[in-house]
């Protein structure tokens, strides 16, 4: 019965001689079925073709090996994964803190950072802190976390009822959109205000030269002074 003794399982396929098989299933360049051939063969058509001969089905009988440029393969599937972490979804939860007594113009201000935060598709955390007598009187954080609630309800909803934490009382707010959908309309947002900004000073542009155009044109058509007579 086979063992694995240790030592490390290489992900990298085999490429040129180290594919140790006696024939391989040949695809071409440009993906072309090329059919079972002798591995001699095959390494001498990747030399004909100054390419890799790279195995990308080691499971199959006989293997399935592809001409490629293998530099270049690795380079495109480096960016390409890179890209996809870069557009990958990160579930965030922000955290906006309240008293229960709140000032009407900071009440406004947090509640702008709530639907900042909803509209970039995170999470909210909103913790209502007490002190003092306030402890007694729970009810005016649960007030104020349904009000907030109401007031982004078209942005987020309810994931978390509120429920009292030591002298805390917290709520977990939701966003409507998914992060992903969030974070492909700030590029599209991005994009037209990029686009607008290029719009204005092609205008500029535009205009400055008409503005030349003009003034070179009503030179040409001014009469000459004559000469003053001695």
């Known amino acids: 019965m ?5 030592g490390s399982i290489s992900a990298e396929p085999r490429i040129n001689d180290r594919i140790r098989v006696p024939e391989v ?12 051939v002798p591995l001699a063969k095959a390494l001498e058509l990747a030399q004909e073709y100054d390419l890799d001969l790279v195995e990308v089905a ?12 293998y530099g270049k393969f690795k380079y495109e599937s480096a960016m390409k994964a890179r890209e996809a972490r870069k557009n990958q979804a990160h579930t965030v939860i922000k955290e906006m803190k309240l008293r229960p007594k709140i ?43 349904q009000r907030l609630a109401s007031d982004v309800e078209e942005l987020g909803f309810i994931e978390s009822n509120p429920k009292q934490d030591g002298r805390n009382m ?26 607008e900004r290029q719009g204005h000073a092609t205008d500029d542009s ?7 155009a003009n003034r070179t044109d009503a030179d040409a058509e001014a009469p000459a002074e004559s000469p003053s007579e001695a």
């Not at 080691?58 to 440029?69: F, G, H, I, S």
């Open 206 to 212: 535009a205009n400055t030269s008409q503005d030349a």
């Open 170 to 195: 917290i709520m977990v707010l939701g966003p409507h959109k998914k992060k992903t959908e969030a974070m492909a309309e700030a590029r599209e947002a991005q994009a037209a205000r990029k686009a």
């Open 58 to 69: 080691a499971t199959a009988r006989p293997p399935v090996c592809k001409l490629m440029d």
């Open 2 to 6: 086979w063992c694995y003794r240790g």
């Open 103 to 145: 000032d009407p113009h900071d009440y406004d201000t947090k509640k702008g950072h709530v639907v900042r935060f909803l509209k970039q598709g995170d999470k909210v955390k909103i913790t209502i802190m007490f002190r003092g007598r306030e402890q007694s009187r729970p009810e005016l954080g649960f007030r104020l976390l």
């Open 25 to 36: 299933r040949l695809v071409g360049p440009s993906g072309e079925q090329v059919g079972i």
